[in-house]
């Protein structure tokens, strides 16, 4: 069973950065494609980047484009984003997300596997 775990979640002043950790466990995951969504009280989930374990090709949404990093450690099976430059509108849970694909998917819809969440407050 495909188990994900976040971390690195926090309150930070605008312009700030955090790093959040996907701790994934439970299959090899060579083959699949690892996401990163955010919701925002009262907002639908969104996309927010996805990288292809095996290929590390890597999908942003625009509004994080030049500022978030998606990363992964192969020998830790963990995912990183990088958060830098943040503004309050970041401001959400963060959840981590895989499934087997051998592209990147942008949508809620293509991942069947989720981890709890993790807060990100940012302060204006």
């Known amino acids: 069973q495909v188990q994900l775990v976040e971390s690195g979640g926090g309150l930070v002043q605008t312009g700030g950065s955090l790093r959040l950790s996907c701790a994934a466990s439970g299959r090899t995951f060579s083959n699949y494609v690892m996401g990163w969504f955010r919701q925002a009280p009262g907002k639908e989930r969104e996309f927010v980047a996805a990288i292809n374990w095996n290929s590390g090709i890597t999908n942003y949404a625009d509004s994080v484009k030049g500022r978030f990093t998606i990363s992964r450690d192969n020998a830790e099976n963990t995912v990183y984003l990088q958060m830098n430059s943040l503004k309050p509108e970041d401001t959400a849970v963060y959840y981590c997300?895989?499934?087997?694909?051998?592209?990147?998917?942008?949508?809620?819809?293509?991942?069947?596997?989720w981890g709890q969440g993790t807060q990100v407050t940012v302060a204006s």
């Open positions: 997300a895989a499934d087997r694909y051998f592209g990147v998917l942008t949508h809620t819809k293509g991942y069947n596997y």
